[in-house]
């Protein structure tokens, strides 16, 4: 395990794969930490290096005060970055993650060569309902409202309770910090991202799952639209396509990756 205090706050991450091939860097989602890519970290490590983290108030990273804001885990992974020594990256983020990889591309535009944002949106939800999740982890925790969040991660034939996987993921959730998962809602909540994502020059790939319930097919599909580039759905995935459905994801990631960084 690996641990740094950058832009005032320890996060931890796994800098793997080449050292000396280009750089993938990897953002997880609300109430995740860097293991959801671990089938996708492991396919392309062998070609590209792989640099994973856990944002502020997620995994082993420490967890602050609320509220947070996109700009301030935007700014731990720059600091990150700086810290490892990465100057140039595909950056690709799924969810939060994806709004996190919107403002890194938009802030750091000779060093964001590329951008994959997965199941993602420059806005997604509203106050309401986000203050409205707030309101029922305050009443209830957050094993209180996993079975609402996980029935949009996952599609139903994964959310089984003889699936070991999905026992683990809903222990990845359930676990996380609430004043993290509380303190990164208020980021989601408070962020608008549409204008710096709609000005991004960089080469965009945006991913879908297409029974996702957090960020649907549709929302994404604006956004692509908004950016002016491509849609994939990836069939028989929720919200968390590279848990569900690794290789479909890896696929599709290297050979955006293949083509914008050429690590072969």
């Given amino acids: 395990m690996a641990f740094a ?11 793997e794969g080449r050292q ?4 993938i860097v990897f953002s997880n989602s609300l109430g995740t930490d860097l293991r959801i890519w671990d089938a996708v970290a492991a396919a392309l490590g062998t070609e590209y290096r792989i640099l ?19 700009a301030d885990h ?5 600091a990150l970055l700086d810290h490892v020594g990465i100057d140039a990256l595909v ?18 535009p000779d060093r964001v060569r590329a951008v994959v944002l997965c199941d993602t949106a420059p806005k997604i939800g509203t106050a309401e309902m986000w203050n409205a999740r707030i309101a029922a982890i305050e009443e209830k925790g957050l094993g209180g409202i996993a079975e609402s969040v996980l029935e949009r991660w996952f599609t139903p034939p994964y959310r089984r309770s003889e699936n070991p996987d999905y026992t683990g993921y809903t222990a990845m959730l359930t676990r996380t910090p609430e ?16 204008e710096a994502t709609r000005a991004l020059a960089q080469p965009v790939l945006c991913i879908v799952g297409d029974q996702d319930g957090s960020t649907p097919p549709d929302l994404v599909r604006a956004m692509a639209e908004l950016i002016g580039v491509p849609l994939e759905v990836i069939k028989d995935a929720g919200h968390i396509p590279c848990v569900e459905q690794p290789e479909a994801t890896t696929a599709l990631i290297r050979r955006f990756v293949d083509r914008h960084l050429g690590g072969r």
């Fill in 52 to 70: 994973r983290y856990d944002k502020r108030g997620h995994g082993l990273s420490e967890a602050p005060q609320p509220p947070y804001a996109i």
């Fill in 179 to 194: 004043q993290g998962y509380v303190g990164t809602i208020m980021g989601i909540r408070d962020a608008d991202l549409t």
């Fill in 5 to 15: 205090r950058v832009n005032g706050v320890v996060l931890h991450y796994r800098d």
């Fill in 20 to 23: 000396d091939a280009p750089a």
């Fill in 91 to 108: 950056m690709v983020g799924l969810s939060v993650g994806g709004m996190i990889a919107q403002g890194l591309a938009s802030a750091e």
């Fill in 74 to 78: 935007v700014a731990d992974l720059r």
